[in-house]
């Protein structure tokens, strides 16, 4: 099971930290991925951190996100500075794995956290 936390509203420029919690002894061995949706559009991934600690990025996010794990906790973060207004959206978490540089998707999903970012 997944739960993401740490969304709420924020002005332009602003910063927040996601998490992700995770139960079951899974997690360490696997891959997670940060994913966004805004309403009327498809979840897309946008940060991912392998097993081994390598994270990967989205363009639009790269040098504003950081991606870390902490593997004692069972918990992944997403640090986000320098929001915009299109940052807006609801972030999830998902177990899964990583090929190479591409992302693959487990079946575990966080609840998705919502993140306002706005004046």
């Known amino acids: 099971q997944l739960q993401a936390s740490g969304g709420g509203l924020v002005q332009p420029g602003g910063s927040l930290r996601l998490s992700c919690a995770a139960s079951?002894?899974?997690?360490?061995?696997?891959?997670v991925g940060w994913y966004r949706q805004v309403p009327g559009e498809q979840r897309e991934l946008i940060a991912g951190?392998?097993?081994?600690?390598?994270?990967h990025y989205k363009g639009f996010v790269k040098g504003r996100f950081t991606m870390s794990r902490d593997d004692a906790q069972n918990t992944a973060y997403l640090q986000m500075n320098a929001l915009k207004p299109e940052d807006t959206a609801i972030y999830s978490c998902n177990l899964g794995s990583y090929i190479g540089t591409s992302y693959y998707p487990g079946r575990y999903w966080g609840q998705g956290t919502l993140v306002t970012v706005s004046s």
């Open positions: 079951g002894r899974a997690f360490s061995v696997n891959a």
């Open positions: 951190i392998t097993a081994t600690g390598d994270t």
